[in-house]
């Protein structure tokens, strides 16, 4: 059963920092290209940020970029995505991505929430 389970999102003032992780199961983690979306409401599911597989190249949108990291652990097959300079604009959902060849995977999201 592949499973995709995000943690670490919360409520937070803005210029905080959060780690979000996402652990995977059910599927050979390292053979998948991993990214991190959100959802604002009212709004689209945007891309966040990408981690390729296994872990050498990674991609952020620009709203993101200089403030966002993400990385991955194979070994733990686990995804992670720091979170620093925080802004009322990355309130979201976030969701974890898992890409195959064939296969597309979802996490059940986890709530970022910034305001002071």
């Known amino acids: 059963q592949v499973q995709l389970v995000e943690s670490g999102g919360g409520l937070v003032q803005p210029g905080d920092s959060l780690r979000l992780s996402c652990a995977a199961s059910g599927f050979t983690f390292s053979f998948y290209a991993m990214s991190w979306y959100r959802q604002a409401p009212g709004k689209e599911r945007e891309l966040v940020a990408f981690i390729n597989s296994p872990g050498g190249s990674t991609k952020y949108a620009d709203s993101v970029l200089g403030r966002f990291t993400i990385s991955r652990d194979n070994a733990k097959n686990t995804v992670y995505l720091q979170m620093n300079s925080l802004k009322p604009e990355d309130t979201a959902v976030y969701y974890c991505?898992?890409?195959?060849?064939?296969?597309?995977?979802w996490g059940q999201g986890t709530q970022v929430t910034v305001s002071s």
């Open positions: 991505n898992a890409k195959g060849i064939s296969a597309n995977y």
